[in-house]
């Protein structure tokens, strides 16, 4: 009988794979539903950071979307996304790595003595920064990045919130960081940016 109904919840899965190949939404909808758990506490073991682990599920889904394509060549999809979530939280614990050396790098300039008013002016001109850039968003990417990430709503509670599917949330978050961090390296000095990465 377990033998059947794995068999059945196989065929039903090839089904919804070969449905977002072409497009639908409402299946993609359900195979978020069905692992972005699974995913999202799998990250956070490797990560051992929540938010971080919240970043990963977005990225494999939406690189799950971008090249759903290629979602009929895949015969085992869990698997595919266990590789997939692993590589993609490894890339984020790389990219730590080499944000925590440019810290440590920039503290090496910093003097240790009389610095309170120059950080007061870097940290003013950071928040001013980032007001910018967040002010840049499209609307709808602003309020989920204000929702998520300045208020710490999970992408199921803002999903609630503003009446959008959580994976709708997840990418438009995803595309608010990345004009983030793109327009603050374009508008910033060293030393701002690395205070702001911090920030994501």
């Not at 494999?60 to 939280?89: C, D, G, P, Q």
Request: hydrophobic share 40%; with cysteine.
């Amino acid at each position: 009988m377990q033998q059947s109904a794995d068999k059945s919840l196989i065929s039903e899965e090839n089904q919804l794979l070969l449905a977002i190949a072409d497009g639908d939404e409402r299946a993609f909808e359900l195979i978020y539903y069905r692992f972005s758990k699974k995913i999202y506490y799998f990250a956070t073991r490797i990560l051992q950071d929540e938010m971080a682990a919240e970043e990963v599920v977005q990225e494999v889904m939406l690189k799950i979307w971008n090249t759903r394509t290629t979602l009929a060549t895949i015969n085992h999809f869990e698997s595919y996304l266990r590789v997939l979530s692993r590589n993609i939280a490894l890339n984020t614990l790389r990219r730590q790595a080499i944000e925590n050396r440019a810290n440590e790098k920039l503290k090496s300039y910093w003097k240790v003595e009389g610095n309170d008013t120059e950080e007061r002016v870097i940290l003013q001109e950071t928040k001013k920064l980032l007001d910018q850039a967040v002010a840049e968003l499209p609307p709808q990417q602003r309020e989920v990045y204000k929702l998520c990430h300045q208020q710490g709503l999970k992408y199921e509670d803002a999903a609630k919130q503003l009446n959008l599917a959580p994976s709708t949330v997840a990418t438009h978050m995803k595309l608010a960081l990345r004009f983030l961090r793109n327009y603050l390296k374009q508008h910033g000095h060293l030393m701002v940016i690395c205070i702001i990465l911090k920030l994501f």
